[in-house]
């Protein structure tokens, strides 16, 4: 207990300058320790892609941050190609549906029934 208590009383006599300087290092260090635990998490995270890119090549750190930032932009692409593609298909289906509700609406005001008109409401109901 008295090597702590020695450097409570040590540490009681600095300035809060000093403290500042005696404890910037050690925040450095863990900023550059949670960058490098990111980096890693990112390496891991897109492993896969790394390797179809640079297949059996050490990655330097801004290798692996400019190959994460390629590959997220490569896939907000694609999410909004999809999100338009899905967006053209709903349109088709919600005009087809009303040009359907139109077509069945005109055939039966007309009171007489072709075998066209009959034809044409068997297509529409497949």
């Known amino acids: ?51 179809r890119h640079q297949p059996n090549s050490k990655l330097e750190k801004a290798d692996i941050l400019e190959m994460t930032v390629s590959y997220l932009k490569q896939q907000s692409q694609l999410q909004m190609k999809r999100s338009f593609h899905k967006s053209s298909q709903f349109d088709f289906r919600e005009g087809y549906s009303r040009c359907l509700q139109e077509a069945f609406h005109f055939l039966s005001l007309h009171k007489v029934r072709t075998e066209t008109q009959t034809k044409l409401l068997s297509h529409f109901q497949k």
């Open 1 to 51: 207990m008295a090597p702590s208590a020695v450097f409570m009383e040590s540490d009681n006599l600095l300035t809060p300058k000093e403290k500042n300087k005696l404890r910037k290092p050690v925040v450095e260090k863990m900023r550059r320790d949670r960058i490098n635990s990111s980096i890693e998490q990112l390496k891991l995270l897109l492993e896969k892609e790394f390797q």
